[in-house]
């Protein structure tokens, strides 16, 4: 049998991978190699994503270590470096996850081409980033994908997920060289950023599935409660399969059945995205307003200085954490798009350097859907961030966690701090008058 080559990209697990599983089942030895394209990481990415790939990479080793392999570590651009690795070990073929990004589809077409001169064949392997490969979904209008998320979510329901692969067998890896693990501890990020990998991972998850997931459906969009899984960031960077938490959450309860939609929605963004590439940076369907130009505007709602709390809150928390609320999101967005009528795009380019889980697919899509350019059918609907606040945040514990200014300020009356009489130069009067539900 020959050498085969595991290039990792979104899939940065041992457990339930399909690539690490092909291409040990095609090779008797079996390089598992990441690279580090220095251009992407050191000029595109956020710095809070380069120090969880730090950590998720240095776990990956470790979870690879336990069956007898290791980690390869490459730097450079990733066509040359796989290139490189193919011809130090006589590698037959090189297997890789399928991924629905513009990037990701160059790059694939990039390898396939490189390596069929040395004779060494690209395996693209789907079930590793999506729980339903995008190319298994249509709808039966014949178009290319679904653009309403409720039918899309109905066919995701019917359509039989494969079962999670085991671990593999202990590995033989070949004698190679590798570049020592990334380490970006010294970049500048969210003081309060929570790295890990897939051993982190899998321990969060079994927490998750132990219990919490029950309370899903009743307090997921309570911003005060902790009630959300937070594995968003793992699945963003595959550190745990879709397919494995999905096969262990308790899907015919409320609380798992809840949960389940959610890993839909992050489905259905990739198959629109896989359909319409172009959408990460285009408007999906025309915009139904005309975006105003104001720096000043942006700048607060940046920095948290909107003057409405519950917004302030989120976009703070965003700078601490690398992660938000959910349904903050859903509050910030719609007060920058809808309210403030600035370009979805200023709004997806500050999440995608400050959030851990931003990717492509889910943070481009979930603005437009806020924005009115996406899959929204309601593409008017505005949320109005004081109603939110006295839905989501009744008695104001989220706001006071992240706005201190406003800590002294009781149950829901730190909402409305202008009533309370808070002086502009403790904290801002609103800079707009809000409307909408």
């Not at 066509?79 to 193919?86: H, K, L």
């Not at 064949?121 to 999506?130: A, N």
């Not at 709390?309 to 965003?318: E, G, I, T």
Request: aromatic share 8%; glycine share 6%.
């Amino acid at each position: 049998m020959p050498v085969t080559v595991a290039l990792f990209t979104r899939d940065l697990r041992v457990h339930d991978n399909p690539v690490l599983t092909a291409a040990q089942r095609e090779g008797h030895a079996v390089v598992p190699l990441f690279v580090v394209d220095d251009g992407i990481v050191a000029e595109r990415a956020s710095a809070n994503r380069a120090r969880f790939l730090a950590a998720a990479l240095a776990e990956l080793d470790a979870g690879l270590r336990k069956t007898q392999g290791r980690l390869v570590i490459r730097h450079g651009d990733v066509v040359d470096a796989v290139d490189r690795v193919v011809d130090e070990v006589g590698a037959a073929s090189v297997h890789i996850a399928s991924d629905v990004s513009w990037y990701s589809r160059r790059r694939a077409d990039a390898l396939r081409e490189r390596l069929l001169r040395r004779g060494c064949e690209l395996r693209v392997h789907g079930g590793s980033i999506t729980a339903a490969d995008p190319s298994e979904l249509s709808p039966a209008t014949g178009r290319d994908h679904f653009a309403v998320f409720t039918p899309y979510y109905r066919r995701w329901r019917e359509v039989p997920l494969r079962r999670p692969l085991p671990k593999p067998a202990p590995l033989s890896v070949p004698p190679v060289d590798s570049d020592p693990l990334p380490d970006f501890d010294a970049v500048t990020g969210s003081p309060q950023l929570s790295v890990g990998g897939e051993i982190t991972a899998r321990k969060a998850l079994q927490r998750w599935v132990s219990g919490p997931i029950s309370d899903y459906a009743t307090h997921a969009d309570s911003l005060c409660a902790d009630a959300t899984s937070r594995l968003s960031r793992y699945l963003h960077f595959g550190c745990l399969s879709p397919t494995e938490v999905l096969a262990r959450a308790d899907v015919s309860s409320a609380g798992g059945e809840a949960f389940a939609r959610q890993l839909a929605w992050r489905d259905f963004h990739h198959q629109v995205l896989a359909a319409r590439p172009e959408v990460g940076w285009r408007d999906y369907r025309p915009s139904p307003r005309a975006w105003r130009d104001d720096p000043q505007a942006v700048d607060a709602w940046r920095t948290g200085r909107t003057g409405y709390p519950v917004v302030d809150a989120a976009m703070r928390q965003l700078r601490a954490e690398g992660w938000m609320h959910g349904r903050a999101r859903l509050i910030a967005a719609s007060f920058l798009t809808k309210t403030l009528r600035l370009d979805w795009r200023i709004g997806a380019d500050h999440f995608l350097r400050w959030l851990v889980d931003a990717d492509i697919a889910n943070n481009q899509l979930n603005w437009q859907w806020a924005a009115g350019t996406g899959t929204d059918t309601r593409p008017n609907r505005v949320l109005n961030p004081l109603r939110q606040a006295d839905r989501h945040d009744p008695e104001g514990e989220f706001v006071r966690r992240w706005v201190p200014e406003l800590a002294h300020l009781p149950g829901a009356a730190v909402h409305r701090p202008w009533r309370a009489g808070v002086p502009p130069e403790v904290y801002p009067a609103p800079i707009i008058e809000c409307h909408g539900m």
